[in-house]
């Protein structure tokens, strides 16, 4: 069967791709994952940069390595959650920039949320992760 993924963006809404998501993806078949909250650090657990792009690059790149170990990849994304720190809520651009970058065509849903703070207070950004990967059986 496999699975078939659709991104929704009606050009009546606002076009949200040129930000590096879409308004709705809509999947049938396959198996659903569900990635815990992944934040700027390295597997020693060091925050890898002061700034918000270079950890959300980071925590893309947690998303990737987690994904890659079930055998799939960030275009199987199809829901991602920002919470973004309250002192980096206007640093939203290289955010963009870095989903941009990794997700240029069809892009996942996306959620954004500015939070007090993170569990670490270096944390700046924790993405959360859906993905729709071919059942594993």
Known sequence: MGIHREVINPPAV???????????VMVRGGC???????VGIDAEERVVGPDIGTQAEAALDNIAIILESLGG????IVRLQLNVAEFARYEQESVTQVLCKHFPIDPP???WTIVCGLAEPEWLIEIVAEAVLEDLQ
Do not use: I, M, P, R
């Open 73 to 76: 990849d960030l275009s199987q």
């Open 109 to 111: 849903a996306t959620s």
């Open 14 to 24: 606002a076009d949200t791709v040129k930000y590096g998501f879409s308004q709705a």
């Open 32 to 38: 659903c994952v569900y990635l815990s909250g992944q």
